[in-house]
């Protein structure tokens, strides 16, 4: 039996992904220089050559549209962790060095932060933008024994929902962001390592990711 060929994308199909992915990386570009709030989807639209209009036609709000954004923030930062992380040689190191790279960007980029007050949206984006990474990761430190997760995708689940309340209680100033470390911890913590052994992984020392908040 022959396969069926992919069906060939149409001019007005492609007009629309190529419109649509302009106006996303006007908006990163924007949302990166003046942030969210300040952002307007006027100058968006102009910068991405389309009319002020059909912005609409592909985003609902300017915060839809920043949801787009984040997905190619959290994707890109996901390549980026897997980049340095590749070069360790314990796979718990992989995991703890992910999500405290993760909750200082969540902390420190404004794109990030003025967006937290829609934690359920972020989480949801969070477990689909990095967690085919993420679980990966978790399942490999468990074979390997030093996690003991029998089921990583729901670890992961709950983890983007800690991350995301603990970033946004920093922001707010109602936990002080020395306590990183201890946020860590406790979030290493719901993989079975024990804590004696996710004190000590939460408190090693971190190179830098280049081009993190690009």
Same mark, same amino acid.
């Not at 300040?38 to 059909?54: H, N, P, Q, R």
């Not at 718990?92 to 949206?121: C, M, P």
């Given at each position: 039996?022959?396969?069926?060929?992919?069906?060939?994308?149409?001019?007005?199909?492609?007009?629309?992904?190529?419109?649509?992915?302009?106006?996303?990386?006007?908006?990163?570009?924007?949302?990166?220089?003046?942030?969210?709030?300040?952002?307007?989807?006027?100058?968006?639209?102009?910068?991405?050559?389309?009319?002020?209009?059909?912005?609409?036609?592909?985003?609902?709000?300017?915060?839809?549209?920043?949801?787009?954004?984040?997905?190619?923030?959290?994707?890109?930062?996901?390549?980026?962790?897997?980049?340095?992380?590749?070069?360790?040689?314990?796979?718990?190191?992989?995991?703890?060095?992910?999500?405290?790279?993760? =909750?200082?960007? +969540?902390?420190?980029?404004?794109?990030?932060? @003025?967006? $937290?007050?829609? #934690?359920?949206?972020?989480?949801? *984006?969070?477990?689909?933008?990095?967690?085919?990474?993420?679980?990966?990761?978790?399942?490999?430190?468990?074979?390997?024994?030093?996690?003991?997760?029998?089921?990583?995708?729901?670890?992961?689940?709950?983890?983007?929902?800690? =991350?995301?309340? +603990?970033?946004?209680?920093?922001?707010?100033? @109602?936990? $002080?962001?020395? #306590?990183?470390?201890?946020?860590? *911890?406790?979030?290493?913590?719901?993989?079975?390592?024990?804590?004696?052994?996710?004190?000590?992984?939460?408190?090693?020392?971190?190179?830098?990711?280049?081009?993190?908040?690009?």
């Amino acid at each position: 039996m022959s396969e069926t060929a992919p069906a060939k994308e149409g001019r007005v199909a492609k007009r629309q992904r190529r419109n649509r992915q302009a106006l996303i990386e006007a908006a990163r570009d924007i949302m990166s220089v003046r942030g969210v709030d300040a952002a307007t989807m006027s100058e968006i639209a102009d910068k991405a050559d389309v009319g002020a209009g059909t912005v609409y036609s592909y985003f609902k709000s300017k915060d839809e549209l920043a949801i787009a954004v984040l997905e190619t923030l959290m994707h890109d930062l996901a390549l980026q962790i897997e980049q340095v992380t590749d070069t360790f040689e314990d796979p718990a190191q992989v995991y703890a060095f992910g999500i405290r790279t993760v =909750l200082d960007t +969540a902390t420190g980029d404004n794109r990030w932060k @003025q967006l $937290l007050h829609r #934690s359920e949206v972020i989480s949801d *984006t969070m477990f689909r933008m990095m967690g085919p990474f993420a679980i990966r990761d978790l399942r490999r430190a468990s074979q390997a024994g030093r996690f003991q997760v029998s089921d990583a995708e729901l670890v992961w689940k709950l983890t983007t929902h800690a =991350l995301i309340g +603990a970033a946004l209680a920093i922001t707010n100033g @109602q936990v $002080l962001a020395s #306590s990183k470390n201890q946020i860590v *911890t406790q979030l290493l913590c719901m993989t079975g390592i024990g804590k004696n052994a996710a004190v000590e992984l939460a408190s090693r020392q971190r190179p830098d990711i280049q081009g993190q908040n690009s």
